[in-house]
């Protein structure tokens, strides 16, 4: 199996940082993307940004300039360094990965979540 373990979220006031981290552990043959979602009360999950495992990365607008994705592939571990937070920002954060598993008879790719980590931006 594999899971995602999210950390770094917390209260932050606004124009603050913060760092998400995302590690992936388990049965893993290679991560093809991570990626970081959104979800504040009452509206529907979002895309933040994505990144590949050759380091093309993908921002949403709303965040584009002030939120960095990177990765680190021999710790199969993303994170989300956000800046100049908005308390439009509040939600919680999500982990997604696209994981290559070797299951016979060859190699499939999975689609996973993290728990989520609660992200408040308030003062």
């Known amino acids: 199996q594999v899971q995602l373990a999210e950390s770094g979220g917390g209260l932050v006031q606004p124009g603050g940082s913060l760092r998400l981290s995302c590690a992936a552990s388990?049965?893993?043959?290679?991560?093809?993307?991570m990626a970081w979602y959104r979800q504040a009360p009452g509206k529907q999950r979002e895309l933040v940004a994505g990144?590949?495992?050759?380091?093309?990365?993908n921002y949403a607008d709303s965040v584009k300039g002030r939120f960095t994705i990177s990765s680190d592939n021999a710790k199969n571990t993303a994170y989300l360094q956000m800046n100049s937070l908005k308390p439009e920002a509040t939600a919680v954060y999500y982990c997604?990965?696209?994981?290559?598993?070797?299951?016979?008879?060859?190699?499939?790719?999975?689609?996973?979540w993290g728990q989520g980590t609660q992200v408040t931006v308030s003062s």
């Open positions: 997604h990965a696209e994981i290559a598993r070797m299951m016979a008879p060859g190699l499939r790719t999975f689609s996973f």
């Open positions: 990144i590949t495992s050759g380091g093309s990365a």
């Open positions: 388990g049965s893993i043959f290679s991560i093809n993307r």
